[in-house]
């Protein structure tokens, strides 16, 4: 797993124009993964959940980014700092998993890239998912799901590079099930808690006939309970 490290805050933006910027972000409508969970934009009501899982050493031990401990003026900057981690078409490029059977609790976060092409040295992959939701093939369906939905079809991307720590095969697997190919050649480090810790690279490249035959991953039917209904 990784995940982006903090992003420049634009000094120019005035307040009025970051509340457009934060209230189109939230207002990207949610998918449904499956029949109980949707990936959705993230959220200031997040925070609690945040600070819960990323000071969980099962999920903390293979990512890259965030601090550690997560306090909550890390949630805070992270959450503040959306708005940044937007497409210039007005997209999110960060989404949560939210479990509708919990009142849509965050229980995980993916993230796709709107880097050029010409850059293969940044990671257009960041994710990470509570434990107990392991095991389902969720996270390699979500990130195809985005990377086809935002990075490919509306930002036209075709090249990806993404890394996970060396021995995270479960997170290797997850990206080499969503189309990317080990590079045995390719050497990277990161220095992590004061230790070097080795990165396997993988990349996604892909031609436009690739693009055309790339199956749509369809969204999912929720279960009839966790439909909202609005009074007439």
Known sequence: MS????????????????ERLANLHDSFQPVWLTD??????????DKDALIEYLNDV???????????????EDADFWIRTRVDRMSKEGLPLGFVFRDMT???KAVGAVSVSAESDDNLEGDDTGYWLAPEYHGRGLMAKALKMMLMRISI?????????????????????????VGFVYQPDI??????????IKLWTVRWILT???????????????????LVTKAL
């Open 102 to 104: 919990k009142g849509g």
């Open 187 to 196: 050497e990277r480090t990161v220095v992590k808690d004061g230790k070097e």
């Open 58 to 72: 099962r999920i903390y031990q293979w990512l890259i980014g965030p601090p550690n401990p997560y306090k909550p």
């Open 208 to 226: 436009e006939e690739d693009v055309a035959n790339l199956e749509p991953i369809a969204e999912a039917t929720p279960q009839p309970s966790l």
């Open 3 to 18: 995940d982006p490290v903090h992003p420049p805050q634009d000094p120019q933006r005035s307040p009025e124009e970051y």
């Open 153 to 177: 079809d509306q930002i036209g991307k075709r090249k990806f590079n993404s890394r996970a720590f060396e021995g995270n095969w479960a997170s290797r697997k997850t990206l080499e099930k």
């Open 36 to 45: 109980t969970i949707q990936l959705g934009p993230l959220l200031p009501s």
